[in-house]
T-cell receptor
């Protein structure tokens, strides 16, 4: 009954490699997000897709490329990995913007990426 | 732009102690306010929320009241348990905005 799932849970790789993280949600939501959590637990949004369209693209190196094949999936591909990319990456989803204001987001369990 | 300032941790308490985590915000519009909790090794879970001034969110014994006059959304629990040990994040989402802006997180450890 997992609402938002991510694979893999752990990813250890060498500098310079290319890797992907996958995210799927079964909540029927139309908006999905990628967040990065650094070693101090600080969370920052990276990207957001609404109905497969990119709507948020924060200041993120272009080595990071999100792809949304459909509303239920949002993948993150990272080229030429660097040491500073080591973090926990969280996927989240929400159902658009509520009439009452604001969005309530549901998070996946996270992918811990370690770049050696 | 929107921002959230949260009380810095870590916070260490004994079981049954009173917990307060301060949170203040800056927003251009009329934000919704949230508290998320992250248990060790897990993703974030919504703990409670409030969508307009004077609303009180509550869940699992935690409460927070949306105070527009002081731009605050402080989290409180009257009697904490060891199972409440986690990182707590205050967040806001402005009306018409898709993204959540998070505070820095407060690590809470409850000792038996």
């Amino acid at each position: 009954d997992t609402a938002v799932s991510q694979t893999p849970k752990y990813l250890v790789t060498q500098m310079g490699n290319d890797k992907s993280i996958k995210c799927e949600q079964n909540l029927g939501h139309d908006t999905m997000y990628w967040y990065k959590q650094d070693s101090k637990k600080f969370l920052k949004i990276m990207f957001s897709y609404n109905n497969k369209e990119l709507i948020i693209n924060e200041t993120v190196p272009n080595r990071f490329s999100p792809k949304s094949p459909d509303k239920a999936h949002l993948n993150l591909h990272i080229n030429s990995l660097e040491l500073g990319d080591s973090a926990v990456y969280f996927c989240a989803s929400s159902q658009g913007i509520r009439a009452s204001g604001g969005t309530e987001q549901f998070f996946g369990p996270g992918t811990r990426l370690t770049v050696l | 732009g929107d921002s959230v300032t949260q009380m810095e941790g870590p916070v260490t308490l004994s079981e049954e102690a009173f917990l307060t985590i301060n949170c203040t915000y800056t927003a251009t519009g009329y934000p919704s306010l949230f508290w998320y909790v992250q248990y060790p090794g897990e993703g974030l879970q919504l703990l409670l929320k409030a969508t307009k001034a004077d609303d009180k969110g509550s869940n699992k014994g935690f409460e927070a009241t949306y105070r527009k006059e002081t731009t605050s959304f402080h989290l409180e629990k009257g009697s904490v348990q060891v199972s409440d040990s986690a990182v707590y994040f205050c967040a806001l989402s402005d009306r018409g905005d898709y993204k959540l802006s998070f505070g820095a997180g407060t690590t809470v450890t409850v000792r038996a």
